[in-house]
Each structure stands twice: as C-alpha cells, then as structure tokens.
C-alpha cells in the first residue's frame, strides 16, 4: 500500500508559519522582541498564568530548577523512563536525579516508588507526563506539600492536556513545556515555563538572558541593555522572534491538532483491542492530548526485528524511552526498584502519530503490526 514511509512523527507547517516567518525576517530583527511577547502573552491567556518562553524545554526545566535554588548536593526525583533531557536539566543544576519507577498502566511516575527514595537532601518532584498523560498529579502534589518540595512538571509531551477540566499548566507550582519540531504545537525549537510564582518567573527572565537584570522588557521593546548588572548565574536560553512567529501560527491550529491527534489514538485502541498480542495503555482522550502512541509487545516478540520489518514495508516506529537508570552517566544499583521499568522497556515500542495522518494510515499500520505478530 505504501510507497512513501509513514513517519513516526512530523510538525505540521502551513503557509501561515512560512508567511510570519517572513514577515519576522522582512523587520531585520531576529532575536527576542515584540513577536516573543505576544507569543508569552498568548500562552499566558490561554493558560492564565504567568509564561516565560525559552529556547527549548530542556531549557525551561533548567531554569525552572535553577529558579527553585536547587544545586549541588541536592536531590530530585523523577521517573527513569523519560528523555535523557529530564535528567540532564537536574544534573547540569550540579543535582542529582534520583531514576523512580513507573505506574505499568501509564508510564507515569510511580508515586509510591518517590516515597520510598524521599531523603533529606530531596527538594523537588519532576512528574513526567508521558505521551501526555499527568498520572497521579493529586498524589504528586500531596506528598510535596507534606515533605516541603517543591514540583517541577515536565510537561513536554503535554501540552493542550487537561487533569479535572483544567488546562495542565493552569493550576500547580511550575510546569515547563517543550515546542520543538515534533510537539504538539511547534515553534521550531522553543519551550515555555508557566507558574504563578512571581519570583520564580522573574528569575527564569533575567536568566533566560544571560542573568542580566530586567533586560526582558528593553528586549520586548526591541532595544537592548547597555548598562547592567548581573547578580546570578545566567544561560543565553531566551527564544526568538522566528521561534514565537511560528508558534503563534501554531496554537491557532492548536483546537484542530488535539481532535486528530485523539482521534487517531483512539482508532490505535479500538483496533489493538482486539488483539490479545497487543497491550495498549488507557488514556483518557476526553483529556489526554496524546502526544506519542506508545504500546506493549508480546515478552516473547523480537521488538528490533519487528522495528525493522516495519520499516522495510515503510513505517517508522520509535522507542520511548532508553531509562536513564542505564545510561553510563546516570548508572545506579537501584535496578531492584525498578520493577515495572524494567519489565516494560524490553517491550515498548512507538507507532506513527500525528495530525498528518490518515485513517488509513492507522489502519495499515495496525494491520502489518498484527500479521507481523501472527
């Protein structure tokens, strides 16, 4: 049937990013301005908090932790299973990431496996929101307001996600979302960091910025500062008036992006269903913005050759996520505590999804996967 390779995930770029692209680059200004400000006030509005855009989310984690005086000798908990990006934005903190485990059923963070590793030198929870789903959020946010941590969501995967009718990134301490070319909406690169806690945001600001003190507003204005001072670390994260052109094209297609992006999980489910071979996890669609499609193979099943059958017929698959428990960086000997990680990783395995795919397509994919697992 196919003759072109169905791609795991792409971003799905109109005319209207092209055009604002232009329009950025017709003004000869292409740093952090106005078109950046309006994409902050934009998000800001959507969510009604406060929005801090950077260059990417890995960078939004950073600042965020940063932000939260988290440092060397400090410890953050945070689930194995997620993009090395989660754990490097902690250790490049001079932190330490603690690898937690996973709830088998979502692939979000096992909470009771967070209680077990709590210590005194824990000071934050990064939750992550695995293929945009929260998990335990309430959980999460109870055992931080009893042990005085504070809650850093990696929120990359979730944006457009809502928990109980509110939008995620609307409510909780800090959530940092990610807008590179594969999200759920894109700005080419990019990320944001949303919270109510005004000093927090103005911290990231300054830092986003090379710590340089309220230079956000001379950079909105499209002038810079000449004369500063700088009083903490600070990293060039800030985004660019390119980036923000684009993400604001982007989140006006943001309501159609959700409805195919549920619409394409759910045909993956009803399909799967009616295979005992395959287990699909359950997601709430009415809130979950499924960002990936994630499902389980048989224990038995070669899940390298399978990938490579696929991709000789045209299908990209995807492995969402080496655990970072294993990388050399980040090795630890608490495999035993890891149970579900463990068990779940071997069979993990990521098919097509995004706005740009066909019914079609989900129904090719879902039957090749079947005949291959006979």
């Known amino acids: 049937m196919q003759k072109e390779t169905i791609r795991l995930s792409k971003p799905i770029i109109g005319i209207e990013e092209k055009n604002a692209v232009l329009d950025v680059l017709s003004t000869e200004r292409l740093g952090m301005g106005d078109v950046v400000e309006k994409f902050e006030n934009q998000l800001g509005k959507l969510l009604k908090r406060e929005v801090t ?223 005992d071979k395959v287990t699909a996890f359950n997601r709430n669609y009415h809130e979950v913005v499924p960002h990936i499609y994630s499902i389980l193979l048989p224990k038995e099943m070669n899940r390298d050759h399978l990938r490579n059958k696929l991709l000789d017929i045209g299908i990209e698959t995807g492995v969402h996520y080496m655990p970072n428990h294993k990388l050399s960086l980040y090795k630890t000997n608490e495999i035993s505590s890891l149970k579900n990680t463990e068990e779940i990783y071997p069979r993990l395995i990521s098919l097509p999804l995004h706005p740009g795919l066909e019914e079609c397509h989900i129904e090719y994919i879902t039957s090749e996967v079947n005949k291959l697992l006979g």
């Open 53 to 275: 855009c950077c260059v990417n989310g890995t960078s939004g984690l950073h600042l965020a932790l940063q932000a939260c005086g988290i440092g060397v000798g400090d410890e953050v908990l945070v689930q194995s299973m997620t993009y090395v990006a989660s754990f490097q934005a902690i250790s490049a903190c001079g932190a330490t990431p603690i690898p937690c485990d996973v709830k088998a059923n979502s692939l979000t963070l096992d909470v009771e496996d967070v209680k077990r590793k709590l210590n005194p030198k824990s000071k934050a929870i990064m939750p992550v929101h695995f293929a945009g789903d929260v998990g335990e959020l309430d959980a999460v946010y109870e055992l931080a307001k009893a042990n005085s941590l504070r809650v850093i969501e990696d929120g990359a995967h979730a944006f457009g996600s809502s928990y109980k009718n509110k939008k995620v990134g609307s409510f909780g301490d800090i959530c940092c979302f990610s807008f590179d070319g594969i999200k759920n909406i894109t700005s080419g690169e990019g990320g944001c960091v949303v919270s109510n806690d005004k000093k927090v945001i103005s911290l990231i600001q300054n830092a986003r910025l090379l710590g340089i003190k309220n230079d956000t507003e001379k950079r909105f204005g499209n002038t810079r500062s000449w004369h500063f001072d700088v009083s903490n670390q600070g990293w060039r994260y800030h985004m660019s008036d390119i980036m923000a052109a684009i993400g604001i094209e982007q989140l006006k297609k943001l309501d159609y992006f959700i409805k195919r992006r549920r619409k394409l999980a759910r045909l993956y489910d009803a399909i799967f269903l009616q295979n």
